[in-house]
């Protein structure tokens, strides 16, 4: 807080200390600010390098502060800070867990994040999309006669899985909560950009360099390219798992995309027919997708439980998103091979507790790890738009 | 374990743009066969329709569709297991429906399943009966 003198008292936020502690092992206390890991960092601009005053900012317990601070979603977790910290004060993981705070604190409804940030919630959140499944596959015959798009279903003659989950089910129950979702994380973004340039209200004004929708497009390419793992050195081998996962969730998304527009999209007219044969252009995308996915993941796992020096410390939060993303691959893959196999019912149930992860993977993305795509993002968009990464500053004010 | 990295080397790019290219691979081959108008490879199941003359199924013809089957099956259990003989019959059937190849399996062989029924059942192809009326 600043008083009328100019001088500034400090409020520590305990609860947030605590909170803190509990995730780093209070690692951070150790921090005698030399400046190794600021110095240290590939990706830290050369003006108010992170994570130094970040660290500083954690022992003093100033939430505030950390949570506006979007260098903190600058870091990438490399821990190239972390190896060579002399004090092992593991700044890579304190800033992971500032970030988890981040992720908490700008989520809305916030309680719906706290539930995802704890285990003794999993069999809760788990249930919430198993019963409301269940219950729309019970009612589903007098829902379909109610709605007048009932169609007579006898023995099975072409295995779909539409037999059991029709479409229409499948598109609206995602579709109503992939909306919520979607207005969850634009409320969380806007809340941390106003938050953001509250923080520069404050303190110094930054010049503009950029326009925002020229920054967004501009940390699109970056992302895409990678740019920033690829000048990561400790956990090197983190770009590969990473690229791995973001691809193949490209190529799963795009399609799904395809196959729910299939009706109204006009780049499918001809040969789309569903479902796909094995060497369909579409499923062998779909399945090669998976298989990304699920070799990234595997890496990442194995690092985090075998290689955890350099992956850094994990947490539930880590951990949490990582499972599901490997249980909806998973889940995935044994719902394929037991539809090949034509084993029923065995495969509507994998393809049940597949639609579970699903939901728990997309529908709590703003909640998990995974809404770091969300506000790291955000926070690249903001280095951008105001001139803090140096580099990108100096290269256009040279013209270059 | 550490895997040494051949994405540091500065191809990180290359990496990316052929990922994105297999990516719209399936996109560009469905645009192309949108745009290229093409008689459909999926075979026509041109099925007889069944005599003018008797136009009433035993069922409508949507219901038909998805349970001719059960019907058939109903039919077995009462006939074999059960010995009772009803009104319809398969004969009664092939009335309207006179040719097995040129009704069930043109349909049969397009959604590929493959009907076990015939292998030791005679179906009655009435011929004479039929084109009679």
């Known amino acids: 807080m600043e008083t009328a003198e100019g001088t500034v008292v400090i409020e520590p936020d305990l609860e947030f200390i605590r909170d803190l502690s509990r995730q780093t092992g209070e690692s951070y206390k150790q921090c005698f600010q030399c400046g190794t890991c600021a110095a240290t960092c590939p990706i830290s601009p050369d003006v108010h390098p992170f994570p130094r005053k970040e660290m500083a900012w954690a022992a003093w317990g100033m939430k505030d502060r950390l949570l506006r601070d979007p260098d903190v979603w600058l870091c990438h977790h ?13 700044p890579g993981d304190v800033l992971a867990a500032v970030r988890r705070e981040g992720v908490l604190h700008y989520a809305a409804p916030r309680f719906l994040a706290r539930w995802v940030s704890r285990p003794k919630y999993i069999p809760l959140l788990l249930g919430i999309p198993a019963v409301l499944l269940g219950l729309a596959l019970l009612f589903r015959d007098r829902l379909e006669e109610a709605l007048g798009i009932a169609v007579p279903s006898g023995e099975p003659i072409v295995y779909a899985y539409s037999s059991m989950l029709p479409h229409w089910l499948l598109n609206s129950f995602f579709g109503v909560f992939g909306i919520l979702a979607f207005v969850a994380a634009v409320t969380g973004v806007v809340r941390f950009w106003r938050a953001i340039k509250g923080a520069e209200s404050q303190g110094m004004p930054r010049p503009r360099t950029k326009g925002v929708g020229a920054s967004t497009l501009s940390v699109i390419r970056r992302v895409l390219l990678h740019e920033k793992f690829t000048s990561c050195a400790t956990d090197n081998s983190r770009l590969v798992a990473h690229l791995c996962v973001f691809f193949g969730f490209i190529a799963l998304a795009v399609v799904t995309t395809w196959i729910i527009t299939n009706p109204i999209n006009p780049v499918l007219r001809n040969g789309f027919a569903y479902p796909f044969s094995f060497w369909s252009p579409w499923k062998l995308l779909a399945n090669l997708g998976g298989l990304a996915v699920f070799v990234g993941c595997a890496l990442m796992i194995w690092e985090r439980l075998y290689d955890s020096d350099n992956a850094g410390s994990s947490t539930f939060f880590d951990w949490a998103l990582l499972w599901t993303l490997y249980a909806v691959v998973a889940t995935g893959f044994v719902t394929e091979l037991l539809h090949y196999l034509r084993m029923v019912p065995h495969r509507h149930v994998a393809y049940f507790i597949h ?43 040279s013209g270059a | 374990m550490k895997l040494s990295n051949p994405l540091r080397t500065g191809n990180t790019g290359r990496v990316v743009a052929l990922c994105g290219l297999i990516i719209l691979l399936p996109i560009g081959y469905s645009a192309v066969r949108a745009l290229i108008p093409q008689r459909s490879e999926v075979p026509q199941v041109f099925l007889e329709k069944p005599l003018a003359a008797f ?58 399943v493959i009907l076990d029924c015939f292998g030791c059942h005679y179906y009655p192809e009435p011929g004479s009966e039929a084109q009679g009326l």
């Not at chain 1, 490399?78 to 593991?90: H, I, L, M, Y």
């Not at chain 2, 038909?64 to 109903?74: E, I, Y």
């Not at chain 2, 010995?83 to 040719?99: D, K, N, P, W, Y």
Request: net charge neutral; hydrophobic share 35%.
């Open chain 2, 55 to 112: 136009q009433d199924c035993v069922e409508e013809t949507s219901y038909m569709r998805v349970h001719h089957m059960d019907l058939l099956k109903q039919l077995r259990e009462d006939v074999i297991r059960d010995g009772i003989r009803g009104e319809v019959t398969l004969e009664q059937c092939a009335r309207c429906h006179t040719s097995r190849e040129r009704f069930c399996d043109r349909c049969h062989q397009a959604a590929n």
């Open chain 1, 78 to 90: 490399c821990n190239d800070c972390s190896v060579r910290c002399p004090r092992g004060a593991r």
């Open chain 1, 355 to 397: 639609l579970v992860c699903v939901f728990a993977l997309l529908i709590y993305l703003p909640y998990s790890k995974f809404a770091h795509l969300l506000y790291r993002m955000t926070a690249m968009v903001y280095a951008e738009h105001s001139g803090r990464d140096d580099d990108e500053a100096s290269r256009l004010a």
